[in-house]
């Protein structure tokens, strides 16, 4: 057995040492926090330390259950997550199709590149323009008006937040995000398009039986991992595009917890519901991980 | 997977303080030092004192650090203290105070508002061990602090705990220099308008119906996504409440929102905004948005601060407009004539003040630094910088800053200027000075405004209470919700998206399911014990 450590040690010592960056990154960020959110159990309070503040069992989690913002947060966490996987996920696939049928190279690399950059601009900024364009003196209120509709401020309407939340955001990652379909496109086997040509399949019949199958684990393990972050938007883009005015469908779990903590400073009673949030994606990943198991051969683990 | 990024940090922090810091929980704080070496400033060369301060927007400008600006090199020179000044983000200074107190490592001195932003409040800051009773220091090494309180017992009753405890130095705004935000309208529309300067709710509203027909299509701006100037809406206190806690008539503490006024205030806010007289916009207007609006014409009227709106919209708007002149109005009232008894101005303590942490190395290098800006000499350095270089002294005996500031020729605003050679444009754990304030306001408009936005309002406004620490913990969490529900449904009553008829009873019902009883009675209890200090 030892001899065997070794050994392997000795044939695939750069490749451990290439994870290493990896597995600390995991162990620095992801593991030794989770110690610290035992405060969720607690009455954190700085001046005492970790170690002597009291515990309180689970009150930090009742009150955040027995809260009147309880249900609208989770409505609001789920109802935008899952418009964002529904108009979003598909999405990326279709522009990866598309880009993949281009034939001229350079037009391709263009549509290519110009998709994926908003992904690299600062959120802020992207915010800011959003923020710009649904004033109601802005670009869409111009277009709204040019089709002869009444101006409008757009960001103060609930019922226009969740459509302007997803659409910014396909637009944001759709190029991105394409790149992995992209990738796996590349790896399908071009002797069985000739088969299929010859078989007499048109575009769609190939689309259909060839390109679609070809990628389908990507796209299973893709929605298996964006199941599991169902739940965990990001607080970020939230605190800038919402306004008490829209909070009725903007404020979710991670910007209530970003107000709780950081702004009121209730450090345990932000933790715990924190903690609720990662509890519900835990399930969430493996409940998706379970069907995908039983119905296709694809899973995680 | 990827669990909230501020889960990880702020478990991070805790973790990381926990780890490095094993022996912090057992430090006792230092007892305060008897053998005092002081022979006067300079003070020998030492350890620097580390100063936790938000840097004034007119510092930031120019300067990345408060300790590189001309003001700061000579007070070195002057006081013998090097300061290391550590500063939070512009806009995240709650975050990174926050994240401060969950790392333990608190620096020397603090600058914030211990009596509203700490949690529990001060004297739960001391009971918690971050900050230090300023009792014993105050006698030993601040005589100058000592000397002015004991001059002005109002203020030295307002800057303690209950139980007599002082903890911060503090910013107290002086008589007269409260007064530096309110309403303001364009006084050449006016004078083309023919009307008269408005002080009525209905002269506001005639008025901004005939400009509104004179095609300036929303005549009334402000950033209303602030939360200052959303609780300061001056077409609010005209009906005699307030966005929060204020003192009622018979000397008890009320919570506006719920009130009949308030809902009056509501009704008509709504009625100018469905009218149009207010921004479309209103909820999602920024500070940019609301300047370009106010110098380009498109609207007319706005509530703001003397300083750095009013002092820079009108240079501004002369330039493409030479007749442009804003002028301040009084806070409105509901009757004709009437003197305004509801308003906003800066308290005289407002809670900001800096704190000596228990984590400061030398106690009374921290203290004597702060206690030089108290003493005479130090105060008019403080805001007005060296004699002959940054000001002079006329006949009279009044203060003017020098061409050096007045007509600099760098192309920095005057504020900023000012924030280079004194301290006196941001908060500044010092005493605020009229003589700054009056030659700050440059333009004849501002210098009126300080005068014509007094109102009574002191009597209302919410004094300096401090509640116990159990009490301040349960007021914390019933307001948070309420708030967050006060300020939705606030909105919404304004912009029309609720009736206003058909939702009030409910929406108070709800405040008070909420707990707004129990808060109430903790204020009240607290006011008490503030008024038998």
Same mark, same amino acid.
């Given at each position: 057995?030892?001899?065997?450590?070794?050994?392997?040690?000795?044939?695939?010592?750069?490749?451990?040492?290439?994870?290493?960056?990896?597995?600390?990154?995991?162990?620095?960020?992801?593991?030794?926090?989770?110690?610290?959110?035992?405060?969720?159990?607690?009455?954190?309070?700085?001046?005492?330390?970790?170690?002597? =503040?009291? +515990?309180?069992?689970?009150?930090?989690?009742?009150?955040?259950?027995?809260?009147?913002?309880?249900?609208?947060?989770?409505?609001?966490?789920?109802?935008?997550?899952?418009?964002?996987?529904?108009?979003?996920?598909?999405?990326?696939?279709?522009?990866?199709?598309?880009?993949?049928?281009?034939?001229?190279?350079?037009?391709?690399?263009?549509?290519?590149?110009?998709?994926?950059?908003?992904?690299?601009? %600062?959120?802020?900024?992207?915010?800011?323009?959003?923020?710009?364009?649904?004033? %109601?003196?802005?670009?869409?209120?111009?277009?709204?008006?040019?089709?002869?509709?009444?101006?409008?401020?757009?960001?103060?309407?609930?019922?226009?937040?969740?459509?302007?939340?997803?659409?910014?955001?396909?637009?944001?990652?759709?190029?991105?995000?394409?790149?992995?379909?992209?990738?796996?496109?590349?790896?399908?086997?071009?002797?069985?398009?000739?088969?299929?040509?010859?078989?007499?399949?048109?575009?769609?019949?190939?689309?259909?039986?060839?390109?679609?199958?070809?990628?389908?684990?990507?796209?299973?393990?893709?929605?298996?991992?964006?199941?599991?972050?169902?739940?965990?938007?990001?607080?970020?883009?939230?605190?800038?595009?919402?306004?008490?005015?829209?909070?009725?469908?903007?404020?979710?779990?991670?910007?209530?917890?970003?107000?709780?903590?950081?702004?009121?400073?209730? +450090?345990?009673?932000?933790?715990?519901?924190?903690?609720?949030?990662?509890?519900?994606?835990?399930?969430?990943?493996?409940?998706?991980?379970?069907?995908?198991?039983?119905?296709?051969?694809?899973?995680?683990? | 997977?990827?669990?909230?990024?501020?889960?990880?940090?702020?478990?991070?922090?805790?973790? %990381?303080?926990?780890?490095?810091?094993?022996?912090?929980?057992?430090?006792?704080?230092?007892?305060?030092?008897?053998?005092?070496?002081?022979?006067?400033?300079?003070?020998?060369?030492?350890?620097?004192?580390?100063?936790w301060i938000k840097?004034?927007?007119?510092?930031?400008?120019?300067?990345?650090?408060?300790?590189?600006?001309?003001?700061?090199?000579?007070?070195?020179?002057?006081?013998?203290?090097?300061?290391?000044?550590?500063?939070p983000?512009?806009?995240?200074e709650n975050?990174q105070f926050?994240?401060i107190m969950?790392?333990?490592?608190y620096p020397?001195i603090m600058m914030y508002n211990w009596l509203s932003n700490y949690?529990?409040?001060p004297?739960?800051a001391?009971?918690?061990?971050v900050i230090?009773?300023?009792?014993?220091?105050?006698?030993?090494?601040?005589?100058?602090?000592?000397?002015?309180?004991?001059?002005?017992?109002?203020?030295?009753?307002?800057?303690?705990?209950?139980?007599?405890?002082?903890y911060c130095?503090?910013m107290?705004?002086?008589?007269?220099?409260?007064?530096?935000?309110?309403?303001?309208?364009? =006084? #050449?529309?006016?004078?083309?308008?023919?009307?008269?300067?408005?002080?009525?709710?209905?002269?506001?509203?005639?008025?901004?119906?005939?400009?509104?027909?004179?095609?300036?299509?929303?005549?009334?701006?402000?950033?209303?996504?602030?939360? #200052?100037?959303?609780?300061?809406?001056?077409?609010?206190?005209?009906?005699?409440? #307030? %966005?929060?806690?204020?003192?009622?008539?018979?000397?008890?503490?009320?919570?506006?929102?719920?009130?009949?006024?308030?809902?009056?205030?509501?009704?008509?806010?709504?009625?100018?905004?469905?009218?149009?007289?207010?921004?479309? #916009?209103?909820?999602?207007?920024?500070?940019?948005?609301?300047?370009?609006?106010?110098?380009?014409?498109?609207?007319?009227?706005?509530?703001?601060?003397?300083?750095?709106?009013?002092?820079?919209?009108?240079?501004?708007?002369?330039?493409?407009?030479?007749?442009?002149?804003?002028?301040?109005?009084?806070?409105?009232?509901?009757?004709?004539?009437?003197?305004?008894?509801?308003?906003? =101005?800066?308290?005289?303590?407002?809670g900001n003040g800096a704190a000596?942490t228990?984590?400061?190395?030398?106690?009374?290098?921290?203290?004597?630094?702060?206690?030089?800006?108290?003493?005479?000499?130090?105060?008019?350095?403080?805001?007005?910088?060296?004699?002959?270089?940054?000001?002079?002294?006329?006949?009279?005996?009044?203060?003017?800053?020098?061409?050096?500031?007045?007509?600099?020729?760098?192309?920095?605003?005057?504020?900023?200027?000012?924030?280079?050679?004194?301290?006196?444009?941001?908060t500044?754990p010092?005493?605020?000075?009229?003589?700054?304030?009056?030659?700050?306001?440059?333009?004849?408009?501002?210098?009126?405004?300080?005068?014509?936005?007094?109102?009574?309002?002191?009597?209302?406004?919410?004094?300096?209470?401090?509640?116990?620490?159990?009490?301040?913990?349960?007021?914390?969490?019933?307001?948070?919700?309420?708030?967050?529900?006060?300020?939705?449904? =606030?909105?919404?009553?304004?912009?029309?998206?609720?009736?206003?008829?058909?939702?009030?009873?409910?929406?108070?019902?709800?405040?008070?399911?909420?707990?707004?009883?129990?808060?109430?009675?903790?204020?009240?209890?607290?006011?008490?014990?503030?008024?038998?200090?």
């Open positions: 057995m030892k001899q065997k450590i070794s050994q392997d040690w000795q044939r695939n010592k750069s490749l451990y040492l290439l994870v290493l960056p990896v597995v600390l990154f995991y162990v620095i960020f992801a593991y030794k926090p989770m110690y610290g959110a035992l405060i969720a159990f607690k009455d954190y309070s700085p001046a005492l330390g970790f170690s002597k =503040s009291p +515990w309180v069992g689970t009150e930090n989690f009742t009150r955040f259950f027995q809260s009147v913002y309880f249900w609208r947060l989770i409505k609001n966490t789920f109802l935008l997550s899952i418009y964002c996987l529904l108009w979003g996920f598909p999405a990326s696939i279709i522009l990866a199709l598309m880009i993949n049928n281009v034939k001229n190279k350079h037009l391709k690399k263009t549509v290519q590149t110009i998709s994926y950059l908003p992904h690299f601009i %600062s959120l802020v900024v992207v915010c800011g323009m959003i923020a710009d364009f649904c004033v %109601s003196t802005g670009l869409i209120n111009d277009v709204i008006a040019f089709f002869g509709g009444t101006r409008k401020p757009l960001l103060q309407d609930p019922a226009q937040y969740r459509k302007i939340y997803v659409i910014s955001q396909i637009w944001q990652q759709i190029g991105w995000e394409s790149i992995i379909y992209l990738a796996a496109l590349c790896n399908i086997d071009s002797q069985l398009y000739e088969a299929a040509r010859i078989d007499g399949a048109g575009k769609w019949k190939q689309l259909l039986h060839v390109t679609l199958p070809g990628i389908a684990p990507t796209i299973i393990i893709m929605l298996l991992l964006s199941i599991g972050r169902l739940m965990s938007l990001g607080y970020e883009k939230t605190i800038l595009l919402y306004n008490p005015a829209t909070y009725e469908t903007a404020d979710i779990i991670s910007s209530y917890v970003y107000r709780s903590g950081l702004i009121n400073q209730e +450090w345990s009673y932000s933790t715990a519901v924190g903690l609720f949030n990662s509890v519900i994606n835990l399930g969430l990943l493996m409940l998706a991980n379970f069907l995908s198991r039983k119905f296709s051969d694809t899973s995680l683990w | 997977m990827r669990k909230t990024t501020l889960l990880v940090l702020m478990v991070l922090c805790v973790t %990381s303080a926990l780890f490095a810091n094993g022996t912090k929980e057992t430090e006792v704080q230092q007892p305060v030092s008897t053998s005092s070496t002081f022979t006067g400033y300079p003070m020998e060369k030492d350890t620097p004192v580390s100063f840097p004034g927007s007119s510092v930031t400008a120019n300067f990345s650090s408060m300790g590189d600006t001309p003001f700061y090199k000579e007070a070195l020179k002057r006081t013998g203290i090097d300061i290391d000044f550590q500063h983000p512009i806009g995240q975050e926050s994240l969950a790392d333990g490592n020397d949690p529990g409040g004297a739960k001391i009971a918690d061990g230090m009773s300023l009792n014993d220091i105050f006698d030993k090494y601040c005589p100058n602090i000592k000397a002015y309180l004991a001059a002005h017992p109002d203020y030295d009753k307002a800057i303690k705990t209950d139980d007599g405890q002082y130095v503090p107290i705004n002086t008589e007269g220099t409260g007064t530096f935000l309110g309403p303001m309208i364009r =006084s #050449d529309i006016l004078a083309h308008l023919g009307k008269e300067v408005p002080t009525t709710i209905d002269e506001w509203y005639d008025v901004l119906k005939a400009a509104q027909a004179s095609g300036i299509s929303h005549p009334l701006a402000s950033e209303f996504s602030q939360i #200052d100037i959303r609780n300061w809406n001056p077409f609010m206190y005209a009906y005699k409440t #307030d %966005s929060s806690f204020f003192v009622a008539d018979d000397n008890t503490i009320h919570y506006g929102p719920i009130e009949e006024g308030y809902k009056e205030y509501l009704e008509n806010f709504a009625k100018w905004y469905r009218e149009g007289l207010v921004d479309p #916009d209103l909820p999602s207007l920024t500070t940019d948005q609301v300047t370009e609006k106010m110098t380009s014409g498109k609207s007319i009227a706005a509530w703001a601060l003397v300083g750095g709106r009013m002092g820079s919209w009108i240079p501004a708007g002369q330039k493409t407009n030479p007749d442009y002149m804003l002028i301040a109005t009084p806070w409105p009232t509901l009757g004709k004539g009437e003197t305004p008894e509801y308003g906003w =101005s800066a308290m005289p303590f407002s000596i228990t984590k400061c190395k030398n106690v009374e290098r921290a203290a004597r630094l702060l206690d030089y800006f108290w003493s005479n000499e130090g105060h008019d350095f403080a805001y007005f910088g060296t004699k002959d270089v940054t000001y002079t002294i006329d006949a009279d005996g009044n203060y003017h800053y020098t061409d050096l500031i007045t007509k600099n020729t760098k192309g920095w605003t005057l504020g900023q200027m000012i924030a280079a050679y004194t301290i006196a444009n941001y500044t010092t005493y605020a000075d009229i003589r700054y304030s009056k030659e700050y306001a440059s333009l004849p408009s501002q210098k009126e405004a300080y005068d014509i936005w007094r109102t009574n309002c002191l009597k209302h406004l919410l004094p300096p209470i401090t509640p116990s620490p159990d009490d301040s913990k349960t007021l914390a969490r019933i307001m948070n919700e309420i708030t967050t529900y006060q300020r939705e449904l =606030s909105l919404k009553f304004i912009l029309g998206t609720e009736d206003i008829d058909k939702s009030w009873d409910t929406y108070v019902a709800n405040i008070k399911k909420m707990g707004i009883d129990q808060a109430l009675a903790i204020e009240n209890k607290a006011y008490d014990s503030y008024q038998n200090r």
